[in-house]
């Protein structure tokens, strides 16, 4: 992780503060209670750091009211003109999100960043293979990860040159090796914040495996300090799947966890739907616990005792454990119920 920071809102980024999950608004931000009503389901699934659109003026007014009820620091995503960067700095944002390359030109970019160091506003340099400069066009056909970190290195030179350091950088594309490789070697080249992502990963299933590839291996690795699963569809899922990347590399606990068997010829229960039901029912619940749902004695037994709670599986009924202790055989028809009760008696402690 980086040894530098930077502050969106009150959410740290960087020098060791956990990593963050965000997400992007597929909202039209001109629509100010559409956007604000997503921002809100977003925050009630753990989203902690918001980015919304900004196309033109018209987003920018919105923009004002959306920051001012948002219940999450609002990051401007910006393309095109440095007045809209500049005129989101003013309406309240917390971060901007540009790509120096098409803000038109250096001159355009210092008004930007004079504008976001007047207010305390961090910025991130976002570079995507698919929207590299020109002159870095050549260099990709043949070195693309060359070509993606050596323009965020240019724009890094670039900030630092205009005494601007309030800044983390991203480097994305849609290739997942192109996406590791290049933030390795950015990471060892800056100590300023990275945020992670795979740029149009996919929908919900292949975009998930794709992202928690591409930033699961380099969080592995101690790289990265806030990331974005970018997914076709409910941004909700983006966040679910962020949390999950997380937790299985022990970095963060949101909510509760669950394990559950991939079935075989053994199993003699239901497992697919068990482990379907109680993943819907732990939606509900806030609090960190795990979660086994296991199909028969082989591994059933071990997993269980290791999870906070667990179902392990016979012949038509299953055994429910808890803090580790098997605790009563139940009907293969009542595992469920049985389960959540045991979760309920910790819940009311």
């Given at each position: 992780m980086s040894k530098r920071h930077v502050n969106i809102g009150n959410v740290a980024v960087g020098g060791g503060a956990p990593v963050t999950v965000q997400s992007m608004t597929n909202t039209d931000t001109r629509d100010v209670e559409a956007t604000l009503s997503q921002i809100r389901s977003l925050a009630a699934y753990g989203c902690e750091i918001i980015r919304v659109a900004v196309p033109d003026d018209a987003a920018v007014e919105s923009l004002a009211g959306i920051v001012a009820e948002s219940p999450l620091p609002v990051i401007a995503d910006v393309h095109f003109k440095a007045k809209l960067a500049i005129g989101s700095i003013a309406a309240g944002a917390a971060g901007l999100r540009i790509n120096p390359g098409n803000i038109g030109g250096r001159n355009k970019v210092e008004s930007v960043v004079d504008a976001a160091r007047a207010a305390g506003v961090p910025v991130r340099i976002g570079v995507n293979a698919g929207s590299l400069p020109k002159d870095m066009l050549k260099l990709a056909e043949g070195e693309p990860v060359r070509a993606l970190v050596e323009t965020v290195i240019g724009y890094v030179n670039l900030f630092e040159d205009l005494g601007f350091e309030d800044f983390k950088v991203s480097a994305k594309s849609s290739s997942v090796l192109e996406t590791i490789d290049a933030n390795l070697e950015i990471a060892r080249r800056i100590?300023?914040?990275?945020?992670?992502?795979?740029?149009?990963?996919?929908?919900?299933?292949?975009?998930?495996?794709?992202?928690?590839?591409g930033i699961g291996s380099l969080l592995a690795q101690g790289v990265g300090d806030t990331i974005r699963v970018s997914l076709t569809g409910d941004p909700i899922e983006e966040v679910r799947a962020g949390y999950e990347i997380l937790r299985s590399l022990g970095l963060r606990e949101h909510g509760p966890g669950?394990?559950?068997?991939?079935?075989?010829?053994r199993t003699e229960i239901d497992v697919e739907a068990i482990a379907l039901e109680v993943e819907r029912r732990l939606e509900d619940y806030d609090s960190s616990f795990e979660v086994a749902v296991m199909g028969c004695v082989v591994n059933g037994p071990g997993e269980a005792r290791r999870a906070d709670f667990g179902i392990a599986g016979g012949k038509g009924e299953g055994l429910i454990f808890a803090r580790g202790e098997p605790l009563r055989k139940v009907a293969a028809d009542e595992l469920v119920d049985a389960l959540f009760a045991e979760i309920e008696k910790t819940q009311k402690e």
């Open positions: 100590d300023y914040p990275i945020h992670l992502g795979v740029t149009e990963a996919g929908t919900r299933w292949t975009g998930s495996i794709r992202s928690a590839v669950m394990i559950s068997c991939p079935t075989c010829g």
